[in-house]
């Protein structure tokens, strides 16, 4: 792939060090952090070159190319994830170096969580706040779960639903209301924490403008403060906190969140929530934290967000903002935002983008014109990290008006993505390292330094079904400019720029991308998140295969 830098390295052997510890750093050369599906790489070198990667399921013959390993300089180095692995399963890594091969081992986390100690709770409403500060361990996991439809509202009168002071702990079906400020908090430092099949409302104070003088900025549904890390949240409903966010009319939004990872030790999955609420309780960010502009962040490094179902958030449906190394964000639908996913910095990288859909955007409650795709942007020395976007779709109309914000916008790379916007794709600033857009479609007007020579102007169609499901029409219209002579009923009429229909440009026309798109379907890879005649993208908890209907609905 252009613009793609590589590794080479003069030495063979063989390495198994699939981290299964919460330690998600290490001091090896070599190194593997895996989630259930995903699993990040760590080479360490002064050499600076080409490095191709392969992998197979241990046992297996049969090798499957990854993305080439991004080189940081600034740490000596390569970095690179490995996608859409089956959970709890051995993989051979293969390092391609300049005619030496290295292997690795890793295996991914299995998402089936063995349990020991069990709290129930019991049907009906519960008054008091949960503590939780007995701890299970990596064979036994401390299981706190709903008997029936069980609730904890606390009316207001405490800060939290629920406290957790221990690891190696699981929620599972609990209802939880009224908290004053967060509906689940989780101290600092803890790690191995499942929240599963729950749903949280009602949290939080007032929220609104900062500068108005209202204090209920970040109050979550879930909250980690700092050094929490090896999260999992899945397949829960979020919805209407009790405060909510002002959008752009009085200055930056400001409310509660779903979701805030405070300076995250990372490795965390977030998959499969459902996140919404009214117009009048919007949300500030649907998930984000801090810090922004740092080494650290939310959600840090080796962490996973995708089949989440985000809206009415005034800023950001996904912030993920901080060092981003090795963090992949994929699969998700966000609607009714300002921005879809910020990720302003990424100081390590590399951060994966792709096979996101993108629904309406708008700045405030009275206008309707919307923010941008992705936000970036960088700061004194934090910046600068690798950005992969790739086979991303934006459905138009009232979508973003711009794909990347105006700030700038430095070693991002795109491939196949549907950019369907009216303003600028990037920033005409120059950046360094430089970025590499190309073969995208883009309909806008402004390329800034985007190549964009390959892509294909025009405006898609998709055939809508159900449950939130898209495909690329077979056919499209545009308009052909000029004068136009067309023939029929035994007379030929000219026509100014007429509408005439058009094989879909989407379909067949993207570039293919190891490790993103080797199951692509015909001549090429369909251009954008879905591919025609494959299955569908689904969204949401039912999205999950392990979803089973919780107690409380």
């Given at each position: 792939?252009?613009?793609?830098?590589m590794?080479?390295?003069?030495?063979?052997f063989?390495?198994?060090?699939?981290?299964?510890?919460?330690?998600?750093?290490?001091?090896?050369?070599t190194?593997?952090?895996?989630?259930?599906?995903?699993?990040?790489?760590?080479?360490?070198?002064?050499?600076?070159g080409?490095?191709?990667?392969?992998?197979?399921e241990?046992?297996?013959?049969?090798?499957?190319?990854?993305?080439?390993?991004?080189?940081?300089?600034?740490?000596?180095?390569?970095?690179?994830?490995?996608?859409?692995?089956?959970?709890?399963?051995?993989?051979?890594?293969?390092?391609?170096?300049?005619?030496s091969?290295?292997?690795?081992?890793?295996?991914?986390?299995?998402?089936?969580?063995p349990?020991?100690?069990?709290?129930?709770i019991?049907?009906?409403?519960?008054?008091?706040?949960?503590?939780?500060?007995?701890?299970?361990?990596?064979?036994a996991?401390?299981?706190?779960?709903?008997?029936?439809?069980?609730?904890?509202?606390?009316?207001?009168?405490?800060?939290?639903?629920?406290?957790?002071?221990?690891?190696?702990?699981?929620?599972?079906?609990?209802?939880?209301?009224?908290?004053?400020?967060?509906?689940?908090?989780?101290?600092?430092?803890?790690?191995?924490?499942?929240?599963?099949?729950?749903?949280?409302?009602?949290?939080?104070?007032?929220?609104?403008?900062?500068?108005?003088?209202?204090?209920g900025?970040?109050?979550?549904?879930?909250y980690a403060?700092r050094?929490?890390?090896?999260?999992?949240v899945?397949?829960?409903l979020?919805?209407?906190?009790?405060?909510?966010?002002n959008?752009?009319?009085?200055?930056?939004?400001?409310?509660?969140?779903?979701?805030?990872?405070?300076n995250?030790?990372?490795a965390?999955?977030?998959?499969?929530?459902?996140?919404?609420?009214?117009?009048?309780?919007g949300?500030?960010?649907?998930?984000?934290?801090?810090?922004?502009?740092?080494y650290?962040?939310?959600?840090?490094?080796?962490?996973?967000?995708?089949?989440?179902?985000?809206?009415n958030?005034?800023?950001?449906?996904?912030?993920?903002?901080?060092?981003?190394?090795?963090?992949?964000?994929?699969?998700?639908?966000?609607?009714?935002t300002?921005?879809?996913?910020a990720?302003?910095c990424?100081?390590?990288?590399?951060?994966?983008?792709?096979?996101?859909?993108?629904?309406l955007?708008?700045?405030?409650?009275?206008?309707?014109?919307?923010?941008s795709?992705?936000?970036?942007?960088?700061?004194?020395?934090?910046?600068?990290?690798?950005?992969?976007?790739?086979?991303?779709?934006?459905?138009?109309?009232?979508?973003?008006?711009?794909?990347?914000?105006?700030?700038?916008?430095?070693?991002t790379?795109t491939?196949?993505?549907?950019?369907?916007?009216?303003?600028?794709?990037?920033?005409s600033r120059?950046?360094?390292?430089?970025?590499d857009f190309?073969?995208?479609?883009?309909?806008?007007?402004?390329?800034?330094?985007a190549?964009?020579?390959?892509?294909?102007?025009?405006?898609?169609?998709?055939?809508?079904?159900?449950?939130?499901?898209?495909?690329?029409?077979?056919?499209?219209?545009?308009?052909?400019?000029?004068?136009?002579?067309?023939?029929g009923?035994?007379?030929?009429?000219?026509?100014?720029?007429?509408?005439?229909?058009?094989?879909?440009?989407?379909?067949?026309?993207?570039?293919?991308?190891?490790?993103f798109?080797?199951?692509?379907?015909?001549?090429?890879?369909?251009?954008?998140?879905?591919?025609?005649?494959?299955?569908?993208?689904?969204?949401?908890?039912i999205?999950?295969?392990?979803?089973?209907?919780?107690?409380?609905?």
């Amino acid at each position: 792939m252009e613009g793609t830098p590589m590794v080479a390295l003069p030495f063979i052997f063989l390495l198994a060090c699939s981290l299964e510890s919460f330690a998600v750093g290490s001091d090896e050369t070599t190194y593997t952090v895996a989630t259930y599906e995903c699993v990040g790489i760590y080479h360490k070198t002064d050499v600076n070159g080409r490095c191709q990667v392969r992998y197979r399921e241990k046992g297996s013959d049969l090798w499957k190319s990854g993305l080439d390993a991004a080189y940081d300089s600034r740490d000596g180095q390569y970095r690179s994830s490995l996608v859409n692995l089956t959970p709890n399963t051995d993989y051979e890594i293969e390092l391609i170096l300049a005619g030496s091969r290295e292997r690795i081992e890793a295996r991914t986390r299995s998402d089936h969580f063995p349990t020991g100690l069990i709290t129930r709770i019991e049907a009906g409403t519960r008054r008091e706040p949960l503590r939780i500060e007995r701890s299970g361990t990596p064979e036994a996991y401390h299981l706190v779960v709903a008997e029936d439809h069980a609730t904890i509202d606390v009316m207001n009168a405490a800060e939290h639903n629920i406290l957790v002071d221990a690891d190696y702990v699981i929620i599972r079906g609990l209802e939880l209301k009224n908290a004053a400020r967060h509906g689940i908090l989780i101290e600092g430092g803890r790690h191995d924490i499942v929240i599963e099949d729950c749903r949280i409302t009602f949290w939080g104070r007032v929220g609104g403008p900062v500068t108005y003088g209202n204090t209920g900025n970040m109050d979550s549904a879930i909250y980690a403060k700092r050094g929490a890390g090896r999260l999992t949240v899945q397949r829960n409903l979020i919805e209407n906190p009790r405060g909510g966010s002002n959008d752009w009319d009085d200055g930056h939004p400001a409310g509660p969140q779903a979701i805030s990872l405070n300076n995250s030790a990372g490795a965390n999955v977030i998959r499969y929530n459902e996140i919404r609420s009214t117009e009048d309780h919007g949300y500030n960010d649907a998930f984000g934290g801090s810090s922004n502009f740092s080494y650290e962040g939310s959600p840090n490094r080796d962490s996973d967000i995708y089949g989440n179902i985000i809206s009415n958030v005034w800023d950001d449906a996904i912030e993920s903002e901080g060092a981003n190394m090795n963090v992949r964000i994929w699969g998700n639908y966000t609607h009714h935002t300002f921005q879809h996913i910020a990720v302003a910095c990424t100081s390590k990288g590399p951060l994966y983008i792709f096979r996101n859909v993108f629904g309406l955007s708008r700045s405030t409650h009275k206008d309707p014109l919307g923010g941008s795709m992705i936000k970036v942007g960088q700061r004194d020395e934090f910046g600068g990290g690798r950005r992969y976007v790739f086979h991303n779709t934006a459905l138009q109309p009232k979508g973003s008006f711009h794909v990347f914000s105006g700030h700038v916008n430095p070693n991002t790379v795109t491939r196949n993505n549907i950019f369907d916007c009216r303003g600028r794709l990037t920033s005409s600033r120059e950046a360094d390292p430089p970025s590499d857009f190309d073969y995208d479609l883009f309909t806008g007007m402004d390329r800034g330094l985007a190549k964009e020579r390959h892509g294909l102007r025009g405006k898609p169609s998709f055939i809508p079904s159900t449950n939130l499901e898209f495909f690329p029409a077979l056919t499209t219209t545009k308009i052909q400019w000029g004068k136009v002579k067309i023939q029929g009923g035994g007379r030929t009429v000219t026509i100014t720029d007429p509408v005439v229909t058009v094989p879909n440009p989407v379909i067949d026309a993207g570039n293919i991308i190891p490790g993103f798109n080797d199951d692509f379907i015909g001549d090429a890879p369909d251009l954008g998140a879905f591919e025609r005649g494959g299955p569908p993208i689904r969204f949401g908890r039912i999205a999950d295969r392990n979803f089973k209907p919780a107690p409380w609905e």
